[in-house]
């Protein structure tokens, strides 16, 4: 990719972007809480348990992405 061009991002399309990152981070967070619970580690939080969530919280996102609205070809946030 030739990193001398320059590029628009449409308005809407960062605003998707940084609502999908917080979503992803949220369910990472949300994941990896319920598998120290399991664990009956409730108040430790690992670096597995994140490793583990990522899975889970990036299908989330891929559903919530393909569920969300679309309008005149543009994709907003879940």
């Not at 628009?8 to 990152?21: G, M, R, T």
């Not at 009956?40 to 393909?66: C, W």
Request: one cysteine or more; charged letters at 25%; a negative charge.
């Amino acid at each position: 990719m030739d990193q001398s061009k320059t590029y628009w991002i449409d308005p809407c399309a960062a605003q998707a972007l940084a609502k999908w990152k917080a979503l992803f981070a949220e369910q990472v967070m949300i994941h990896a809480k319920e598998l120290a619970k399991k664990e009956n580690s409730p108040g430790v939080i690992t670096l597995d348990h994140y490793r583990e969530s990522v899975s889970m919280a990036a299908q989330f996102l891929v559903n919530a992405v393909k569920d969300s609205d679309s309008s005149n070809g543009r994709q907003e946030a879940a």
